[in-house]
């Protein structure tokens, strides 16, 4: 009878130890299971953001040899290369045209796409089809349906009688042109996919009671719909931001930063530094002012977000 307290404690200890034991192997399983990624991430993410970020403080160019410069890269960017603020510039131009458009229209189209009519799978694929198209072959195509002489566009205005625009020969009319073709290529794209399960989730009990009280579909959507899409709205805000500050593919294929430097933007610069110039050293100390710079807008929006994302279930 005596024995019988002083076991259970025993008994106990060695439980908790079997417990733990089985924690620490399901842990063990776990990181085995996604160390095919986190190797894969080391090396091919952070080992070269870290390499390249040694980089950028060195005078790296390719047949003048190498020396440490510290943080002279960045100062030339910001006081001696004459591109570097006008290539920023074009940039955040082209981010304040196709990111509001953009995202305007994936919801205007996932919007529509979510009314329950015939064929309505039809018309997603058709949407969705562009998307899929290589960037580059999107924008070869468009570079000819723009074209300023011979572009099948035109021809239609000049059959209409009325007077077109020049398109990549035209200054003013360049980065339009570039987002109308990131814009046909990226509206029935996953941004859309996202609206449309966001709107998807939206409870259809909170229509039935908006109408009963008298909202018609504009103030449904208005005060139903958006309030519970701004988390989706918030999220593609962020990578649409990210990405537009990153154009390249679209500008180096169709206008190779023309006419003049219309379209030459801020992704183009660090690759003509990098693969044309060879200046590794500089085009990293580049690359990693616009990480810094993207940090900066997307802590802004996170910011920001707490005054418009409504997230249901959330108390005020």
Do not use: C
């Not at 390499?51 to 030339?76: C, W």
């Not at 723009?146 to 980065?175: H, M, Y």
């Not at 290529?185 to 009963?212: C, D, K, N």
């Amino acid at each position: 009878m005596s024995a019988e307290p002083t076991d259970v404690p025993a008994k106990r200890s060695r439980a908790s130890g079997r417990r733990l034991s089985m924690a620490r192997r399901e842990e063990l399983t776990g990181y085995l299971w996604i160390s095919p990624w986190l190797l894969g991430f080391v090396l091919f993410s952070i080992g070269p953001a870290l390499v390249s970020l040694f980089i950028s403080l060195l005078h790296l160019n390719l047949g003048s040899g190498t020396r440490f410069v510290g943080l002279d890269n960045y100062l030339e960017a910001f006081t001696q290369d004459p591109l570097f603020w006008s290539s920023l510039l074009r940039s955040g131009y082209y981010t304040l045209l196709v990111v509001p458009l953009g995202v305007t229209l994936s919801l205007l189209a996932a919007t529509l796409l979510n009314q329950r009519l015939r064929g309505t799978s039809v018309y997603r694929t058709m949407f969705f089809v562009p998307s899929l198209t290589p960037i580059v072959a999107t924008a070869a195509l468009w570079a000819w349906i723009l074209a300023a002489d011979i572009g099948p566009l035109n021809n239609v205005f000049a059959f209409l009688g009325l007077k077109s625009p020049r398109w990549f020969a035209q200054a003013e009319w360049a980065i339009p042109a570039i987002v109308i073709i990131v814009l046909w290529s990226a509206v029935g794209g996953s941004r859309m996919i996202t609206f449309l399960a966001g709107l998807q989730g939206v409870p259809q009990e909170l229509y039935e009671a908006a109408e009963i009280d008298g909202a018609g579909p504009v103030d449904r959507f208005r005060h139903v719909t958006l309030p519970l899409l701004t988390p989706v709205l918030f999220f593609n805000l962020v990578l649409g931001i990210i990405g537009s500050f990153q154009v390249f593919e679209v500008a180096y294929v169709a206008t190779q930063g023309g006419p003049g430097e219309a379209t030459y933007f801020y992704a183009l610069h660090v690759y003509n530094k990098a693969f044309r110039d060879f200046e590794l050293g500089y085009a990293s100390a580049l690359a990693w002012v616009l990480f810094v710079v993207l940090i900066l807008f997307t802590q802004l929006q996170f910011r920001s977000a707490a005054r418009w994302v409504y997230y249901e279930g959330e108390t005020t």
